[in-house]
């Protein structure tokens, strides 16, 4: 019934109010479930009866794995794919606890019948996470050297281009797609088979592999490259590869993805020099026309921008040596937003003249920035670092 009720209250022009409103609950009612579950398994019948308890796990797990794979080869779903789709969806459901408890209900099975089919159901559960990892060390590899659209994306030729990019989702794709449009080669690596597979399409040569591994690295011309992207997704994995460049290639310059202020301190403390935020430039060109469009003229909106991006960017230099301590970085983040207000205050209340090269053209940005900085430092106001 509850289920019933989830999926018609999903239809309704309510659903996203009522999204909002479980979120905070959801974790904990998950937790009460599996409390459930622990508490619903009878450990004296799995002690008795340990081999039909094992039995029925490994003939459960295989009868839904060989069915599962049938439908996958159907669909179908692209040969790397498949295993994650098989063994998730291999492990028993949480609908087997209802349908037991009614048929004990109902005295179609006896308790330790029950017992033991619960034990085995929860078990399953148990070991998905254990196979997800046997797959993604061992399956999923085998699958990507014995597939023959793999094979076309895999690398196992040395490579000898200037720039390697680990990573190529929509960070990655962009800065293939500008070396591209000016001529530079880059080998480019992503562990996404499906993504591989589409990007192929497009004409971009993609390989397939593990960027954080050695060995692949050493194959991808790591020790010939001038440049290293870092663009993969994951943290942890962001910070593995730049310390086995570091390591392995220490002439090799890194420019580094970083998806948040905390990732961005950690590149710092490692020595990457050239680190981008991924959500700056974008949500300050968004705050731009947001300036504009309420009535600010371009060049205004367009240095406004610029200074706050300037100081943002020598605010994180500054802090970089106390982002271990968070009292002190508090303390000072506060101190430098008080400062970047006291700076437009004090711009408004000047209204500096606006240099007449500008004309809102690509043309007339060198001209207006050099104006801009020559005006802040003319009042004693640092301009910052260069944009990295």
Do not use: C
């Amino acid at each position: 019934g509850a289920f019933l009720a989830g999926v018609l209250l999903a239809e309704s022009e309510y659903r996203r109010e009522l999204e909002t409103d479980i979120e905070p609950f959801k974790g904990l009612l998950l937790g009460l479930f599996f409390i459930a579950v622990g508490m619903g398994i009878d450990i004296g019948v799995v002690m008795r009866h340990p081999w039909a308890v094992a039995g029925i796990v490994a003939g459960f797990l295989l009868v839904k794995t060989t069915v599962l794979w049938g439908i996958e080869i159907g669909i179908p779903i692209p040969r790397l794919e498949r295993p994650v789709f098989t063994l998730l969806l291999a492990q028993g459901g949480e609908f087997g606890f209802v349908v037991l408890q009614a048929a004990q209900g109902k005295q179609v099975i006896d308790a330790d019948e029950s017992g033991v089919l619960t034990a085995a159901i929860t078990l399953s559960m148990l070991l998905t996470p254990l196979l997800m990892l046997v797959a993604d060390r061992w399956w999923i590899p085998l699958l990507a050297r014995l597939s023959p659209r793999a094979k076309v994306s895999e690398l196992s030729e040395p490579q000898d281009a200037p720039v390697i990019i680990a990573g190529f989702g929509r960070y990655g794709q962009i800065i293939g797609r500008l070396l591209k449009a000016n001529g530079l080669q880059a080998t480019v690596l992503d562990h996404d088979a499906g993504a591989i597979e589409a990007l192929r399409k497009f004409g971009f040569r993609v390989h397939y592999g593990d960027a954080t591994r050695l060995d692949l690295l050493r194959v991808a011309g790591a020790a010939r490259a001038h440049v290293l992207v870092v663009a993969v997704d994951g943290i942890d994995a962001s910070l593995k590869l730049v310390d086995i460049a570091r390591e392995n290639f220490p002439n090799l310059t890194i420019v580094a993805r970083a998806r948040n202020v905390q990732h961005w301190y950690q590149l710092n403390e490692r020595g990457v020099r050239f680190i981008e935020r991924e959500t700056l430039d974008a949500a300050l060109m968004s705050g731009r026309s947001v300036l504009e469009a309420m009535g600010y003229e371009p060049h205004r909106a367009r240095t406004l921008a610029m200074r706050f991006r300037r100081h943002s960017v020598q605010q994180l230099h500054e802090l970089a040596p106390h982002f271990r301590d968070e009292s002190k970085l508090i303390s000072l983040a506060r101190a430098g937003r008080q400062q970047l207000e006291q700076l437009f205050a004090q711009e408004r209340l000047d209204n500096p003249p606006v240099p007449k090269t500008w004309d809102g053209s690509l043309a007339g940005d060198e001209a207006f920035d050099e104006a801009a900085d020559a005006q802040a430092n003319a009042a004693g106001v640092p301009a910052g670092p260069p944009e990295p």
